[in-house]
Nanobody, 124 residues
Framework: VQLQASGGGPVQAGGSLRLSCTAS??????????MGWLRQAPGKEREFVAA????????YYADSVKGRFSISRDKAENTVYLQMNSLKPEDTAIYYC????????????????WGQGTLVTVSS
């Protein structure tokens, strides 16, 4: 599976961005998989941001983004989105989409496949 993320860029605090990630696979994205967005800020460890259970569509968020970010998916397009509103300077990071074939996880270490990342820079 190849993951292609896009949509990052510079934005002012309070603004919005929408990230997209398309999974290119010779097969299908399985219902048991979880697709997640994780991020890594400069000088910090990679952290969980949001995830969606591909089959049932249940969503999960880090406390730091609850109420501001929204994850969704388009099963027909094998694409997951991250709508980011009310952005803050501390949201500045490289955002990665990733797949966990085993199910839901909040640990970056448990994600099996990673995209190349897209940089989000929020200025104050």
């Amino acid at each position: 599976v190849q993951l292609q993320a896009s949509g990052g860029g510079p934005v002012q605090a309070g603004g919005s961005l929408r990230l997209s990630c398309t999974a290119s696979t010779s097969g299908r994205v399985f219902s048991s998989w979880t697709m997640g967005w994780l991020r890594q800020a400069p000088g910090k460890e990679r952290e969980f941001v949001a995830a969606i259970r591909w089959g049932v569509g249940n969503t999960y968020y880090a406390d730091s983004v609850k109420g501001r970010f929204s994850i969704s998916r388009d099963k027909a397009e094998n694409t997951v989105y991250l709508q980011m509103n009310s952005l803050k300077p501390e949201d500045t990071a490289i955002y990665y989409c990733a797949i966990n074939r085993q199910g839901l996880s909040f640990s970056p270490a448990e994600y099996d496949e990673w995209g190349q990342g897209t940089l989000v820079t929020v200025s104050s």
